[in-house]
């Protein structure tokens, strides 16, 4: 894992070899469609459902997203969830997608979330078994593959920042071609419509406005969870250093959606975390909280008097 901090270094490249960065696994239910005139339920009709999953793992799993050699035990786990909710025709669908991804922690067996998003609103692509899935960050081939590039390097950006400052960084500029190759397309989610789109998300990574998010994952994570067998008193400052980050971002635009995420993916976490550290710190965490995400607050009200 040492290498992660050397990810500066890192150049980006896209050539097919044997080793890949992700170890996902991906569910397609189709259960609404089977109760349906919409499932073309004929016997042979419902491999498709297994082509989808089989195609999307391959896209995730089998490309090259970087030349970043990884160890099998390095691989990025990560899990994508596509519940299908109509079919308008043989080859085109709308569903809801869900990503989730998690990080080992340092000299742990203990892995912690990173990104667990359900995208707002319903999912339309199109998917045909004889057709593979072509991606170019440059070029849209289809609503499919580039919205899965697109959570790809939003997660590969999230994932190295938690291991170097702005390790994130090469990501998610790709991830910000792919939105400027797919905003011309006739599907929702690329032009920054509603709160929740891949625009925002994109936006958030990539506006220096919000600099200090990118610091708060890695002092999160790498200053923070990372060392909590080594020194926790110290550990513990890094993440109270990391909601201050994320305070920054929150002044400058409030109810940022990155923001958001990273509170409610985090929140309970924290709350164990800071359960048995002194009063003053727990405090500390309660205030932040409490001004970044009021919402969340509720889950350590107990810090509140202390």
């Known amino acids: 894992m040492r290498r992660f901090i ?8 896209f050539c097919t070899v044997s080793a890949q960065e992700f170890r996902c696994v991906v569910s397609v239910n189709y259960q609404k469609l089977m109760n349906t005139t919409q499932a073309y339920d004929s016997g042979g009709d419902k491999k498709i459902f297994e082509s989808m999953k089989q195609a999307i793992e391959d896209f995730v799993n089998g ?9 099998q035990q390095e691989l990025i786990d990560c899990s ?6 109509s079919r308008s025709t043989a080859t085109d669908f709308t569903g809801q997608l869900t990503i989730q991804m998690r990080r080992p922690v340092f000299n742990s067996t203990y892995t912690t979330g990173l990104f667990n998003y359900m995208e707002q609103g319903n999912f339309t692509f199109s998917f045909n078994e004889s ?23 939003i997660m590969l950006g999230i994932y190295f920042d938690s291991y170097a400052p702005n ?16 905003e011309g397309s006739s599907y929702a989610g690329w032009r920054g419509e509603g709160a929740k789109s891949r625009y925002w998300f994109m936006e958030n990574h990539t506006n220096d406005a919000y600099a200090p998010l990118h610091e708060a994952y890695y002092n999160y994570h790498r200053m923070g969870l990372d060392m909590m067998t080594k020194d926790q008193p110290m550990a513990r400052q890094a993440i109270i250093t990391a909601l201050r980050n994320l305070l ?4 400058t635009r409030t109810n940022l959606l990155s923001v958001n995420q990273f509170i409610d993916v985090k929140m309970q976490e924290i709350a164990s975390i800071f359960r ?31």
């Open 276 to 306: 048995p550290a002194p009063a003053q710190e727990q405090k500390q965490v309660f205030d932040l909280i409490k001004e970044i995400s009021p919402i969340n607050a509720v889950k350590i009200k107990e810090f509140e008097k202390k």
């Open 167 to 182: 390790g994130g960084a090469p990501f998610f500029g790709l991830a910000e071609q792919v939105v400027q190759s797919a």
């Open 131 to 153: 057709q593979p899935l072509e991606f170019d960050p440059n070029n849209f081939y289809g609503n499919l593959s580039a919205t899965l590039g697109f959570y790809c390097y």
């Open 6 to 13: 050397a990810i500066v270094l890192i150049m980006l490249g």
């Open 80 to 85: 994508i969830s596509l519940i299908l909710n």
């Open 248 to 251: 920054q971002v929150h002044k």
């Open 63 to 71: 490309r090259r997203w970087t030349n970043i050699e990884l160890e």
